[in-house]
């Protein structure tokens, strides 16, 4: 039996969770406050965090992404998640990396600025995985200095009153272009959810479609998206109301103007942010010499080399830079770079079409790594080559 350690609210638990599913692999959820994970698992990771699994071999994952690579690596994936094709491939890790790290912030927002809607729910949620044995009035009282913290994340996020509009106006636009998606595809490349699907449920899943109030707004205005986070919780490939729908993922470079318009939104709204964030690094990685395998935080504490600066939406954004982002960009460049040349062809041809190009050439110079649940600096990363 796996046993994974999260909750319902977990932005990052759903991504392991609706894998779990999918995939049919017998587990069972376990609160953030079982006994087990506050005694064994926080001891041997160092890190009060979730999701983690612990495996039939009790061997602890942590991260979601890890997690969902050691299932596969054991043979236990029934559906194909990651697809053969070049370009089905490249979008599938652009969508798995925008939908944990280019959603964050309008998952914070809308948890965390609409409280006469959702601090009722959010208070009883918190406190039953927290601490699911606790008198009820002691329990909220550990719940408000929990979602404290949280609020104080959020601005460390750049989410304030003065971001909020434009935040909002990027993912409203967002969720458009995804409904209008699937309402002719059930998923982003095809029939089978992939790691671009499940990665989209990070925010999604977990923040929006639970939440009372961005709840609300997913069922008035995106109807096949609250659809695709309940077939993302179902076994299976579970599309009944996609009558005739070929099998499998979409043809190599086939991709459809649906898709394309996800694509430059994630561009105009993501790539700011994301170019900040690579600049910040390799400065960072100029002025201080690192070993390889050496933690990128001395104090984990502060898990950030320090603050950036972009534009959204005409909106200036202020937030910590974010060292994970670049793990889960090296899938998508990792998988670019061992294509033949002809491969990268079609590839090139959609990323450029869409704006999505400096996803592909801006890099790190340095490889960020995980090691003893933690990120650490690997070597150098290979340049960009068409």
């Known amino acids: 039996m796996y046993y994974l350690y999260g909750a319902p609210h977990s932005a990052f638990t759903a991504k392991a969770r609706s894998y779990l599913i999918k995939q049919g692999i017998p587990f069972e959820e376990r609160a953030f406050g079982h006994p087990r994970f506050m005694m ?42 990651r697809p053969e094709g070049a370009v089905a491939r490249a979008v599938t890790h652009l ?77 409203l636009d967002f969720l458009g272009a995804f409904n209008d998606h699937l309402e002719e595809h059930p998923y982003l490349v095809g029939a089978t959810p992939t790691l671009g699907d499940y990665g989209l449920q990070i ?26 986070t309940e077939r993302m919780n179902q076994p299976g490939i579970c599309a009944p109301e996609y009558i005739d729908y070929p099998e499998g993922f979409f043809a190599d470079g086939e991709v459809p103007e649906t898709l394309k318009a996800m694509m430059k939104l994630v561009a105009v709204d993501y790539l700011p942010e994301f170019e900040a964030n690579i600049a910040l690094h390799n400065q960072w990685l100029d002025e201080n010499p690192v070993e390889e395998g050496a933690p990128i935080f001395a104090d984990e504490k502060r898990p950030t080399l320090g603050f ?18 670049l793990y889960m960009l090296q ?56």
């Not at 994952?61 to 054991?74: A, G, K, M, P």
């Not at 005409?314 to 994970?324: D, L, P, Q």
Request: net charge negative.
């Open 203 to 228: 925010m999604l899943y977990a923040h929006l479609a639970r939440d009372p109030y961005p709840a609300a707004i997913l069922k008035d205005q995106a109807q096949a998206v609250v659809r695709f």
């Open 308 to 325: 950036i600066q972009f534009a959204l939406r005409g909106s200036e954004i202020s937030c910590s830079a974010r060292s994970y982002s």
């Open 331 to 386: 899938r998508l460049q990792d998988w670019f770079d061992q294509l033949s040349p002809e491969q990268r062809k079609p590839v090139l041809l959609v990323f450029n079409e869409t704006g999505c190009m400096p996803f592909l050439e801006q890099r790190c110079s340095r490889r960020v790594e995980r090691a003893s649940y933690k990120e650490v600096w690997g070597g150098p990363m290979r340049p960009f080559s068409k």
């Open 40 to 81: 064994d698992i926080v001891s041997a990771t160092q890190r009060l965090m979730v999701p983690v699994l612990e495996t039939d071999d009790g061997l602890f994952v942590q991260d979601t992404s890890d997690i969902l690579d050691c299932l596969q690596q054991r043979g236990l994936e029934k559906l194909p998640s």
């Open 95 to 171: 969508f798995e990396l925008f939908g944990g790290e280019g959603l964050l912030r309008a998952g914070m927002f809308y948890r965390w600025f609409f409280d006469e809607t959702n601090m009722p729910f959010i208070e009883n949620q918190f406190g039953l995985f927290l601490a699911p044995g606790m008198p009820a009035d002691q329990r909220l009282e550990l719940t408000l200095s929990q979602t404290g913290a949280m609020r104080m994340r959020s601005a460390a996020l750049g989410v304030t009153e003065a971001t909020g509009p434009a935040i909002e106006e990027s993912f």
